[in-house]
């Protein structure tokens, strides 16, 4: 499991975790971030951390405490909105968003348990196109949130992203349009189009700049960008790192059905499709995940993706329902 969800399980386990937390808790288990395997590994973990080199939890235990974390979370699975066909729509923020449908795709909107918040979720497979109140455009990626208060536009102009999403920003100087995500990550634009990618499972926040200016500021350091500029932010170190880059397709390749590689190992490329294509991957080895690719894919199906993956490495893939696994040759 990824440090963030350790976290989240840990809060969990501790009856600490809000429910902003327990959304994202909720999330990470249906979208299978979550195993008994690694639930079993996390146990071991802080026992070995204690100072102990045995569990004290024998496998009949150990399912049991699986079973009881699947309870809780199927109960309390109905705090996350269920799958819609259609809007979902409120008379007293009628005219806070326009939604666009693309492909047939459905998303949520609605307002959060706790802060009076407007929710945009895009599942895995999906893709979607929101029109903020101010005249701003956002398109989300696979695997993507973004929440904006009911008053959007008014006394301020700030939106939460948890996932990755392309901003078309009107220019309105006396209300900046400020963007956060998590590691108290902030991005502060005028009017400009940009991308940020913030997925939860992922160690680096990327942020690149297509037109004109933006400022992305930690609690300890803030960069201007300028057009082109692409700054990461390791959320391990708490450190930005700078480059250039000399094509845009490199940053937006989602938007235009491509994906994109430059030395990107496996194991980061698995992500990319399992958000995509709503499945999950598994290695034969650990070593499969650490085999880079570089290169441009068109991405029109999930099996010409995999053919050409496979075509140019010592590779093979095996298919089962909605399970991909590598092994080599």
Known sequence: MSEEIIRLVEKFLSSSISKEEMHRLLRAYQQKQISEEQFDEYYAGKWRSAGQYAS????????RIWKQFQMHMRENGAMLPKRKNRWVSYASVAAVAILFFMLGISFHLLRGHSQQELIVM????????VQLPDGSHVRLNSA??????????????TVKLLGEAYFDVQSNPDNPFIVLTRGDLQ??????????????????????????????????????????DRIAYHTKEMTFSRSHIDN????????????????????NIAKMLERTYN???????????????????????????????????PLQYTLTESHITFSRK
Do not use: H
Request: glycine residues 6%; contains cysteine; proline residues 5%.
């Open 122 to 129: 895009v599942e895995n497979g999906q893709k979607a196109s």
């Open 56 to 63: 004290p939890f024998c496998d009949e235990g150990k399912k």
């Open 144 to 157: 993507s949130e973004l929440r904006y208060s009911p008053d959007f536009g008014k006394k301020n102009r």
């Open 187 to 228: 991005v502060k634009a005028l009017g400009t189009k940009f991308n940020i990618k913030s997925y939860p499972n992922e160690e680096q926040i990327t942020g690149t700049l297509i037109e004109g200016k933006i400022e992305v500021s930690s609690p300890l350091l803030s960069e201007v960008l300028n057009p082109y």
């Open 248 to 267: 845009v397709e490199e940053a937006i390749f989602w938007m235009t059905d491509q994906f994109v590689f430059d030395k990107e190992t496996l194991e």
């Open 279 to 313: 499945v999950t991957i598994s290695f034969a080895s650990p070593d499969i995940k650490e085999i880079q690719y570089s290169g441009k894919i068109k991405n029109n199906s999930m099996e010409n993706v995999l053919s050409l993956i496979t075509v140019v490495s």
